[in-house]
C-alpha cells in the first residue's frame, strides 16, 4: 500500500483483526470521524478473537470489546446483573 497521506473518499481496506488472547461478547466499532456506532461479527478460535471485514480507513475507530462474562446458575437466587466493563482499543490511521 503506497500511500502519501490522508485523501478525500478514502475507501478504506477490509482486514481480518486477531486479538490473540481475548474473546468478547460483543464488539462494537466507534467511527469518530462520521459520529457513528455499529456491532460488529465476531468469533472467538484457539483462543483468539477474531473480527473480520473490519474496513479499516485512513483515520482512527474505536473498538469496544465487552468481555464474556459467565456467571453459575443457581437456583431460586436472583441478584442485579451489573454492567460488564468493556475494554477499548482504539487504532491508529494506516500510512
Do not use: W
Request: with cysteine; glycine share 8%.
Amino acid at each position: 500500500m503506497d500511500r502519501k497521506g490522508a485523501v478525500d473518499d478514502d475507501p478504506g481496506a477490509e482486514v481480518t483483526l486477531t486479538l490473540p488472547g481475548f474473546s468478547a461478547q460483543k464488539v462494537v466499532v466507534i467511527d469518530v470521524l462520521n459520529g457513528f456506532e455499529r456491532e460488529l461479527v465476531s468469533s472467538t478460535e484457539g483462543g483468539n478473537l477474531i473480527i473480520s471485514n473490519l474496513l479499516v480507513k485512513d483515520y482512527p475507530i474505536i473498538l469496544c470489546l465487552t468481555p464474556q462474562v459467565f456467571l453459575p446458575c443457581i437456583e431460586g437466587l436472583h441478584r442485579p446483573h451489573r454492567k460488564p466493563a468493556q475494554l477499548s482499543i482504539l487504532l491508529p490511521r494506516m500510512r
